[in-house]
């Protein structure tokens, strides 16, 4: 009777050591997998503020572009105004660039603030008066803000899941 307990002793504590590296296992493959959805994200997220660097300065070199040619335009004559065709190009390629970087952002928060700049932007840089540099400038800083908060680790899981501050 005692071999019988002996085999089922043995039998219940292999059976928990092999239960216990499944779990383990899992837990890891899921560490993983959490890993790499954020480093995608992250760099989702890097890619787009760098695509939107660039369409900030292309429309800023528009902008310029579009006050030298209304500048030489002469005053008296009815004269309407166009950027060279290669910053319109620029403008176009950047802006292009951004759409589909932005595509790869899962973060809502920063895919609203992103296209809150790009309006603000096109509309301060190509010359509608409603909205002033300081407005782009704000919308920027707000781009920045909610692409910080994004790549905290901790902040984008629990929005993505649901409990964080987006998330309530």
Known sequence: MQDGAAVLGAVITASAAVLGVVLAQLATAARE???RAYARERQALLDVQDAALLVRSALRAAGRALEEAAR???RSTHVVVAA???QEEAQAEAEGRLDVRLARVATTE????????????????LGD????????????????????????????????????????
């Open 33 to 35: 997998r959490r890993h």
């Open 84 to 86: 060279p065709a290669e």
């Open 72 to 74: 030489a335009a002469a």
């Open 129 to 168: 008066e409603d909205v002033t540099t300081r407005d782009e400038q704000a919308a920027w800083s707000a781009l920045n803000r909610s692409v910080a908060a994004a790549l905290d680790d901790r902040a984008w899981w629990e929005r993505r899941r649901g409990r964080g501050p987006a998330g309530d």
């Open 110 to 125: 920063v895919v609203a603030a992103v296209r809150s700049w790009q309006l603000s932007a096109r509309y301060a840089f």
